[in-house]
DNA sequence: ATGCTCCTTCCAGCAACCGGAAGGTCAACA
DNA sequence: TGTTGACCTTCCGGTTGCTGGAAGGAGCAT
């Protein structure tokens, strides 16, 4: 398969799938002309990696996330780990963002949204704690 | 005040308030000796802008409600769109992680986490569906 | 031969800084 | 007076995970 067919099948953009190359997360062959060739395993790595990509693990969560799945002597209490380490940041992500938006829909609520100077929103920026 | 102290008092590292000159948030006057000269109104518009980036406001953001700020004739309502227009992405960011997050959940409740191989997470994301 | 699409490499850039090197300045202290 | 140490300056490169574009080769249809 050439580029363009693994981008299409894994969903894959074909820059993404280069740049996984030059990282060395994939290694497919090249054909006579140079072009890139790829096996149904290369496939199957790219489509593993969209889908650990999506679950928002790090480049090099993947590439550590490849290595567990094509050993066969892994011991799945690393994978576990991984993903346990990984799903506290992501509720520690949430947890900043949810903060954000609570400061941000009180303030929005308090802003008159009309065509007067007066703001609470630049209020609240710039140290003036007002609305509430 | 020298650029250490408005660092300690606004909370910014010189760093990033070096960074803000450069990309024209700020223009502190400069000394004989070529130090940056902050006066109270640089010091106050940088905490301003520490504010408004740990509400999450892209720099450009930031720049935009820097202007409104200083505009005495400006409107309420532009203040209030950009505000909801970022509070609406924030919404987003936080619908995506918690899709993350439940999966990831489910994953991570799902493996033994032993010193077998078998791991439903590394079969999730090889797509191989399994555990529910 | 021409045109079109695909492929290649390389280079630049995005956000929002951070780290470090190389060097100038300033205040204090022996 | 010399020197130490803390501060300041600029500049360059790196971070993450790509994305866009330029310049050129390859393959196929007409």
């Known amino acids: 398969?050439?580029?363009g067919d693994v981008a299409e099948r894994s969903g894959l953009p074909a820059k993404t799938i280069r740049y996984y190359e030059d990282i060395g997360l994939i290694r497919p062959h090249r054909s006579a002309n140079g072009?890139?060739?790829f096996a149904e395993n290369d496939l199957h790595k790219l489509a593993f990696l969209a889908r650990a990509r999506a679950l928002g693990f790090s480049i090099e969560d993947c590439r550590t996330l490849l290595g567990l799945y094509e050993d066969d002597t892994r011991a799945?209490?690393?994978v576990k780990a991984l993903a346990q380490e990984h799903l506290t940041k992501i509720e520690a992500k949430i947890a900043d963002l949810e903060a954000m938006r609570?400061?941000?829909t009180e303030l929005v609520h308090c802003c008159a949204g009309d065509n007067?100077?007066?703001c609470p929103i630049l209020?609240?920026?710039a140290g003036d704690i007002e609305c509430l």
Chains 1, 2 share one sequence.
């Open 1 to 3: 398969m050439n580029i």
């Open 35 to 37: 072009y890139r060739c």
């Open 76 to 78: 799945s209490a690393d």
């Open 102 to 104: 609570d400061t941000l």
């Open 116 to 118: 007067r100077p007066d």
């Open 123 to 125: 209020k609240d920026l």
